[in-house]
Nanobody, 125 residues
């Protein structure tokens, strides 16, 4: 099983950009479908984006479609979330997730097999 460590969070002004990284340990990274979720204060954790094992297919929540881009580098064992045109409502703790079944992960975050520890993104208006 992989272990996940996120980085790249911080404070950014509305309209700005930020890139999150998630480094995975273990030799089976490419066999995992990867995703990003987020949890704002007093809200439930929600799906943000997901990517297939090869990186050929990506999926996004409607709220971030066209602004966020998920990608992965299997040689480096890392998945990224490029966030542009950030809004105050994007403020949340962002979690990296790994799952062998992408649809299961997207359908219900309780199905996620491995979580990272989270990184805080704070967008000031």
């Amino acid at each position: 099983q992989v272990q996940l460590v996120e980085s790249g969070g911080g404070l950014v002004q509305a309209g700005g950009s930020l890139t999150l990284s998630c480094a995975a340990s273990g030799r089976t990274f490419s066999s995992y479908r990867m995703g990003w979720f987020r949890q704002a204060p007093r809200k439930e954790r929600e799906f943000v984006a997901a990517i297939s094992g090869t990186g050929g297919n990506t999926y996004y929540a409607e709220s971030v479609e066209g602004r966020f881009t998920i990608s992965r580098d299997n040689a480096k064992g890392t998945v990224y979330l490029q966030m542009n045109s950030l809004r105050s409502e994007d403020t949340a703790v962002y979690y990296c997730a790994a799952n062998r079944n992408i649809w299961s992960m997207m359908r219900n975050n309780r199905n996620v097999e491995v979580w990272g520890q989270g990184t805080l993104v704070n967008v000031s208006s």
